[in-house]
């Protein structure tokens, strides 16, 4: 039984054999009644938790709290790779639009293509949805250009306009000390200067 | 122990491993495509490119070994759009056809001298490009083919029409779907005389040679031309 459990909780991030056995002794030894409110709680959320149906991200609800909130700006969507990535840019507080989560980003190679990420389900939105911007929030790797190209090709079919998150030197970065690809990539998408002023 | 020390080579493919690792295709010039795992290496910012030409160290007894250090030794190259489809195309193609350490000098410069054209010409000329690296890869990899002679061995005739068979090579027929013009322009590498229509033919005879090769499991990158 017990074996059973720390191969249970090998399969989370981060936890190896070593410190398996060590939750499992410190609930069983000092903290049953912590065990058993993890069991349950572990139970009711992996039952309950689901998918919003409009923006794939994880809800207990049909709708999530997002999507579900009409003072939300549903004329702009903001394509995002996960969830977490959704909770990144709503603590930032600058954006107010709805987002769509895809899974993961394209990976041919991973045999991961459009209809593995959920790329259909974002085309039948933009189908019944008055869209007319999606930002694309991939992530700055090559596999999160290409999402993003994909989905850049999509909207055009809908003309719907784009427009991709600025990547470059992070804030208080010194040049010096940013490497070659990122100072190239924020050399190519320089702005005007006086839009700061 | 292997122990190798700052080898020319391209990352060809990324993904997750366990939990703060990539597991990492590379092929190297010397040691053809070999997997390594980079420790640590998700958070590490300053990650690796990919279509930019490195230097790899890298060391293990196992079958699966460490990078152990790495350097870059190009220029930073940034595809977007078509271009970027077309540079994940050419990985997949590698990642899919090209055996384990195996070395295969040749494609890997012909890789590095298409990846190095892909901003410089136009589209027909890239997807031209793309054909003749297929066609180096193909043949490097025992699949070549001689564009100027048919099956039976006679020289390919601009007037006639041709037929690809598998196992044959091209074979004459009144029907055919290839021009013997085009597979003349292919063998004497004179692109001026390629027309739109030539490069299509081009392309279906390519996707057939590969077809029979690759299997069942098309190309899943195949799927991100799409809209153009
Ligand atoms: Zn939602």
């Not at chain 2, 061995?153 to 044959?168: C, K, T, V, W």
Request: hydrophobic share 35%.
């Amino acid at each position: 039984m017990i074996e059973k459990l720390n191969k249970a909780f090998c399969k989370l991030p981060g936890v190896g054999s070593k410190s398996a056995q060590r939750f499992i002794y410190h609930l069983l030894e000092r903290d049953r009644q912590g065990g058993l409110d993890l069991a349950k709680a572990l139970t009711e959320t992996m039952e309950k938790v689901k998918n919003c149906a409009r923006c794939r991200t994880l809800s207990e609800k049909t709708l999530c709290s997002i999507c579900a909130n009409n003072a939300r700006d549903s004329s702009q969507l903001c394509v995002v790779e996960t969830p977490t990535d959704i909770h990144a840019i709503e603590q930032s507080g600058v954006y107010s639009g709805n987002y769509f989560v895809l899974s993961g980003y394209l990976s041919p190679i991973d045999g991961i293509g459009a209809a593995e990420l959920g790329l259909d389900e974002l085309e039948s939105l933009l189908k019944i949805e008055e869209v007319s911007e999606i930002i694309l929030a991939t992530n700055a790797t090559i596999e999160g250009e290409v999402t993003a190209h994909y989905i850049y090709n999509l909207a055009k079919k809908y003309q719907i306009r784009t427009t991709r998150i600025a990547h470059g030197i992070p804030l208080g970065g010194e040049l010096e000390y940013t490497d070659i690809n990122t100072i190239a990539h924020a050399l190519s998408g320089r702005k005007s200067y006086d839009i700061y002023s | 122990m292997t122990k190798i020390e700052l080898t020319p080579a391209f990352l060809i493919h990324r993904r997750m491993y366990q939990d703060s690792s990539l597991l990492l295709d590379f092929f190297t010039r010397n040691y053809g495509k070999i997997r390594l795992v980079a420790r640590g290496a998700r958070s590490n910012k300053t990650s690796l490119q990919m279509f930019q030409r490195l230097n790899i160290s890298f060391k293990g007894r196992s079958e699966l070994k460490n990078l152990t250090n790495w350097e870059s030794s190009d220029q930073p190259r940034r595809f977007l759009g078509n271009d970027l489809v077309l540079a994940i195309y050419t990985n997949e193609l590698l990642s899919r056809l090209l055996p384990e350490a195996e070395k295969h000098q040749k494609v890997f410069d012909g890789y590095w001298h298409y990846l190095i054209m892909i901003n410089e010409q136009s589209d027909a000329e890239k997807e031209y490009s793309l054909r003749l690296f297929e066609n180096l890869l193909l043949e490097e990899l025992g699949y070549g083919l001689e564009f100027n002679k048919d099956s039976t061995g006679s020289p390919i005739d601009s007037e006639l029409e041709y037929q690809f068979q598998e196992h044959e090579g091209f074979v004459a027929k009144v029907d055919g779907n290839i021009p013997g013009e085009v597979l003349l322009v292919v063998n004497d590498d004179d692109n001026d005389r390629l027309s739109v229509g030539h490069l299509a033919i081009l392309k279906k005879l390519n996707r057939k040679r590969l077809r029979s090769i690759l299997g069942e499991r098309p190309l899943k990158s195949r799927e991100l031309f799409f809209a153009n």
